[in-house]
């Protein structure tokens, strides 16, 4: 439960998203958000823990690039978020049923564009002594099983207490979230483009 709490606890763009959707949206969208993340970082436990040496090599090769992509697709995101107008999302939340599939899978790809969080895994695993060699396969169900519950604690308390508060929020206000909930996933994504084209740079010995 530890592990999926700290997984899930540094307030990144999902988180930011998360928040966001809380707001706009009412509990349920936030909390959804969160299930897909959470989804996302047991398959990238998954990874680590069965030691899918393709999978995983691949991905270490390939860091920079998957950093670079991950960030083109936050910043269009972020953008939508600035200059997109709450009162039709409200609208159109009253016209349609809560899609809670699309929460969860962009939940699941903003937390998939970050590959970066196997290097917070690993030492998560090593530091919490999981899984062991002599663990038998129910034991790793069940540890596996407790990261994600440990995961949708985390989110269920965060979109709790944000729910709490959304009802002091306007429409004006409302938009104003939204802008500056982007402009922070839109710095937050470019620093990320720009750390990983000069990291790709460096590998391609170009810099």
Known sequence: MSIGIILSAPMGPVGILCIQRTLNQGR?????TGVGAAASDLFYCLLVGLGISLVTDFI???VNVLQIIGSVILIVYAVYMIFHNPVSQIKENIDQRDDHLRDMVTGFLFTLSNPLIMFLIIPLFARFGFPLP?????HVIIGYAFIVV???????MITFFVDKVRTHFNIRSMWLINRIIGSIILVLSLYGLV?????????????
């Open 150 to 156: 440990g995961a949708l604690l985390w989110w269920g």
């Open 60 to 62: 270490a090769d390939h």
């Open 195 to 207: 750390t990983g084209t000069i990291a790709y740079l460096y590998q391609l010995n170009i810099l």
């Open 134 to 138: 002599e663990y038998k396969f129910y």
């Open 28 to 32: 349920n969208a936030g909390f959804f």
